[in-house]
């Protein structure tokens, strides 16, 4: 989802913060002149899984998106943005399958001099790698980010660790 977050003037402490959520992608043009702060977070992965025949085994999962803001932004009701939001890592249902990544969150136009990027968190994976002393399983990696003032990489999914 990419957020912006624009400053207009006025107000009992200086100023309101207006927030204008993004949730599906488009070409957003500002409805007014000022500055703005522009988030984006990528979209999160989906765990995997894994069953044996006997009932055992277990799923990892996905990684969170990443997280990327840009602050204080020029923008003009002359300018415009394109905005593509990353979907949700498609579940899965099988006796043995990896997750799905998460979809990458960007944001590019008038007065940014490079894209922000929120990369979409990785698929978990389904392991067989169930029973004590055996290989234990990480949750999948979070999303990196760039091109922000400040970025971020998404949390690590869930994991194993057999007691």
Do not use: H
Not at 11 to 39: A, C, H, K
Not at 44 to 72: D, R, T
Not at 107 to 126: D, F, K, R
Not at 137 to 144: D, I, L, P, V
Request: aromatic content about 6%.
């Amino acid at each position: 989802m990419a957020v912006l977050l624009g400053n207009e003037t006025g107000g009992l402490y200086g100023g309101v913060i207006l927030e204008i959520p993004i949730t599906t992608s488009q070409t957003w043009v500002p409805p007014r002149d000022g500055t703005v702060n522009i988030i984006a977070i990528g979209a999160g992965g989906s765990g995997g899984m894994f069953m044996s025949a006997s009932g055992g085994g277990i799923g990892l999962g996905g990684g969170a998106g990443g997280y990327c803001a840009k602050e204080n932004v020029s923008v003009t009701t002359s300018g415009s943005y394109v905005i593509t939001i990353g979907a949700g890592g498609a579940g899965t249902y099988s006796l043995s399958a990896n997750g799905n990544a998460g979809g990458n969150t960007t944001v590019s136009g008038t007065g940014l001099s490079a894209t922000i990027t929120a990369n979409g968190g990785s698929g978990g994976g389904g392991t067989a790698n169930y029973s004590a002393n055996s290989n234990y399983g990480t949750g999948a990696a979070g999303g990196t980010a760039s091109g922000g003032d400040v970025n971020r990489t998404g949390g690590k999914g869930g994991g194993f660790s057999p007691a």
